[in-house]
């Protein structure tokens, strides 16, 4: 797979396995994971408004993109496990914060529960775990063989995949849809997105089960969690944000208007500033010291102006 030269991803060995991943900035360290069949770029243009001020790692999950499978199922603890093992590969030695768009929520949110000392904060993005609605397509793949039958690259389920992610369609470019398209004909691309989706659900949808048992640990924990939605997303229905909001009730949250399955794309600047403004306020060690302003000139509070956010 090719991407444009000044954003070209490099390789990191975990475990034995070669591993995509893409490093700026210095301060903070920040982890950004994506979606089920989706990869590092889902964060671009995150990753890069982040890269000013925080030392940004985004990595393609296991199977996914550019990282080559596990060696073992790729369940939602064997992920995590993983997130770990990449930032010990990477050098990072003090708590990151996490941000999980889907699948990538989910991943953060076993992390945190598991290994609570790696991670400073939480960002929770149209996260999987609060609830059993999912859109049909991931639902069929539970069916065998139709599951195998649905994921057989085609351009016209590569653009209809795109187009299912964003509210207003602009976003589902025809460079989106060709790389969706070159991730897609990867020899392990189908047979991983099949066994993360037959671990998540049934076409009944999300499981139970492990939702309830990571919710039960992530209620626990005494770290700051930011937890947000769109709310035009078809992958992961909004009504889950409410969930989310009684499961964790000190949890800050926000609802993006006219937004679809993800605001890290379809609201990038909002977001970010949200973003930065939550890790300003989660403690004093949370966030980069804003850049050195000229002398007589104030020096700007972090993420700008003050967001507005849906308190939960």
């Known amino acids: 797979m090719t991407a444009p030269a000044a ?26 994971l994506h979606g089920i069949g989706r990869t590092l770029r889902d964060f671009t243009e995150l990753h890069e408004r982040l890269a000013d001020r925080f030392r940004v790692h985004s990595v393609d999950l296991p199977g996914y993109g550019g ?44 992390l945190a529960a598991s290994e609570p000392g790696r991670v400073a904060t939480l960002t929770l993005v149209n996260s999987a775990g609060f609830g059993r609605e999912v ?49 897609a004909r990867l020899p392990y ?23 309830e048992e990571l919710l039960a640990e992530v209620e626990r924990l005494d770290i700051p969690t930011f937890v947000v939605w769109g709310d035009k997303d078809l992958i992961l229905p909004a009504t889950h944000l409410e969930a989310a909001r009684a499961r964790l009730p000190r949890a800050r949250t926000h609802l993006f208007r006219d937004c679809g399955h993800m605001p890290q794309i379809e ?26 302003a000229p002398p007589g000139d104030p020096v700007p509070p972090v993420g700008g102006r003050p967001a507005v956010v849906e308190a939960g």
């Open 7 to 32: 954003r070209r991803p490099r390789h990191v060995t975990v475990d034995g396995r070669r591993v995509c991943h893409r490093v700026d900035g210095e301060g903070p360290p920040v982890v950004l």
């Open 67 to 110: 990282s080559l499978p596990m060696t073992r199922p790729c369940t939602l603890p064997a992920l995590a496990e993983f997130v770990g093992r990449y930032l010990d590969a990477v050098g990072v030695d003090r708590p990151a914060h996490l941000v999980g768009n889907s699948l990538g929520g989910a991943i953060a949110m076993r």
């Open 135 to 183: 859109t049909i397509a991931l639902r069929l793949l539970a069916l065998r063989p139709l599951g195998r039958l649905l994921l057989r690259p085609r351009r016209w389920a590569a653009r209809r995949v795109e187009l299912s992610l964003f509210h207003d369609p602009a976003f589902a470019t025809a460079d989106r849809v060709a790389y969706t398209l070159e991730v």
């Open 189 to 211: 691309a189908a047979r991983v997105m099949l066994e993360t989706a037959h671990h998540l659900g049934t076409f009944r949808g999300i499981s139970p089960q492990w939702r």
């Open 267 to 292: 609201c990038a600047e909002e977001f970010h500033r949200l973003l930065v403004d939550f890790w300003s306020t989660a403690g004093p060690d949370a966030a980069a010291p804003p850049a050195a």
